[in-house]
């Protein structure tokens, strides 16, 4: 009874351990299990009633405080209990509250984005909207709206299917070939007395020029541009091994130009002989004699060499049955490859002994040193590839939003039309 008035006094509180050493009357040691019995919460007035919410009912305490420890002090907080507003937490200080309340509430949208996203939404389901059949009977001549909205959905799809297909299409080299004209001439100077102006030992000189025929672009390609590496090779006899040779490569730091430009001495007709790399993008190999012969390829992109031998291996059905990843050399792989089989995936390291750089544009040429001779330029066409000018007006297409406002404005009136 000691105990018991001690909690009344109190004012409540938490109903004691039953197995708590403070409570002998219960007969129970530390530690040990108790059955309670149902009629406990009458007998003794240490229970007390537990009141709406789920919180005990304190004598003396209002609804919703907590009990004060010793050192800290508590107020009551303003507004409903902690129940019923959870924006306020009793004990918890307001400014530390902020930044959870900032992370558990939904991110509020701008009153006008919210605005615009729902007309964006309203005028789609207006412009596909399907008359009921019921409107279509009283109004016969609603099959034309029916109409156009079945030709709008043709069309839009035929428009995405052709933009898809220029994506797959520009994703390879698209390229054209033409013609390039390349002009050859020299000039000669001869030698002046020592008392006049001028040089006194005669000289020649020799310029390579070209252009394409009928080029449409607006831009003029520089001649340079057009070749990897440029070779002139002069008479051995009469310049010497280690001055006959007049070499031009790309370097990153290239400069283009229209034309290239050699000067010597001399007063005799040289020959000279012109070796042309051309540069291509993306680069060409040449194969070698006997897969050349093979496949009937003699110079192209790796890309196309692979294709031709895969044509050739699924033509000859090279491929094993079982085993999908190893090809069964014939008697002609078996002399190009020295292997009675491969892996597809040991292809690209064995074509890459069989690969070669393409041959060179040869033009041999005379340089006269003749005064009376008129034919000093001499021309020569040869064939060069350049990107296709349908690239560029594709690429424009698909970077052009000209033609999608028109159809976004269109949309929005037909809408607004609906709406009205």
Known sequence: MHFEKMATRVGGGYPMNPGSPLN????????????????????SPVFRTMGPGGAYN???????????MPGMQMSMPSGSSFMGNPSMRPGIPQPMMDPFRKRLLPQQQPPQLMQNRGRG???????????????????PESQAYMDLLAFERKLDQTIMRKRLEIQESMKKPLMQKRKLRIYISNTFAPAKPEGDEGETVASWELRVEGKLLDDPGK???????????LVIELDKDLYGPDNHLVEWHRMPTTQETDGFQVKRPGDVNVKCTLLLMLDHQPPQYKLDARLARLLGVHTQTRANIMQA???YIKKNKLQDSHEKEYINCNRYFKQIFNCMRMKFSEIPIKLAGLLQH????????????????????????????????????????????????EIAVLDIKQGDQNCT
């Open 219 to 229: 831009v003029k390609r520089k001649f340079s541009s057009f070749f990897k590496s």
């Open 358 to 405: 393409p041959d060179p544009i040869i033009i041999n040429h005379m340089i006269s040193v003749d005064p009376n001779d008129q034919k000093k330029t001499a021309c020569y066409d040869i064939d060069v590839e350049v990107d296709d000018p349908l690239k560029s007006q594709m690429n424009n297409f698909l970077l052009s939003t000209t033609n999608q406002q």
């Open 121 to 139: 939404v309203k005028r789609r389901k207006m412009a596909d909207k399907i008359l009921p059949q019921r409107i279509r009977e009283l109004v």
């Open 309 to 311: 031998l895969w044509l």
């Open 58 to 68: 304190r004598g003396g305490m209002p609804p919703g405080a907590r009990m004060g």
């Open 24 to 43: 002998p009357s219960l007969g129970v040691m530390p530690g040990q299990a108790v059955r309670m019995p149902l009629n406990l919460q009458q007998q």
